[in-house]
């Protein structure tokens, strides 16, 4: 299992951002996918995840009508949109394949190196 993300920079708040993350070695079939950020001195906190069984999705009450969680299966591809960014949005943001959207592990499930999102006021 390989996930790599990309698209991480620095931004203004108010702007928009995407993320892709490259996946390989498992099908959206296997895993729930999505998207986890870690600020500094923080923990991992999951930002919006898809369930492999149900294809219901996720996102937490933060991010909720500024992100959307996307997925292009043919390519194996895994996409974040993130409009309306705040400077709170600031964090190293990983693509995840975990076992449930509710319940993931940074010792059990498989994730990506991160990609480095930076918001200025």
């Known amino acids: 299992v390989q996930l790599v993300e990309s698209g991480g920079d620095l931004v203004q708040a108010g702007g928009s951002l995407i993320l892709s993350c490259a996946v390989s070695?498992?099908?959206?079939?296997?895993?729930?996918t999505g998207w986890f950020r870690q600020a500094p001195g923080k923990e991992r906190e999951a930002v919006s995840c898809?369930?492999?069984?149900?294809?219901?999705?996720y996102y937490a009450d933060s991010v909720k009508g500024r992100f959307t969680i996307s997925a292009a299966y043919a390519e194996n591809k895994l996409y974040l949109q993130m409009n309306n960014l705040k400077p709170e949005d600031t964090a190293v943001y990983y693509c995840?394949?975990?076992?449930?959207?509710?319940?993931?592990?940074?010792?059990?499930?498989?994730w990506g190196q991160g990609t480095q999102v930076t918001v200025s006021s």
């Open positions: 995840g394949a975990v076992i449930h959207c509710s319940s993931w592990s940074l010792e059990n499930d498989y």
């Open positions: 070695g498992f099908t959206f079939d296997d895993y729930a």
């Open positions: 898809r369930d492999s069984n149900d294809g219901s999705i």
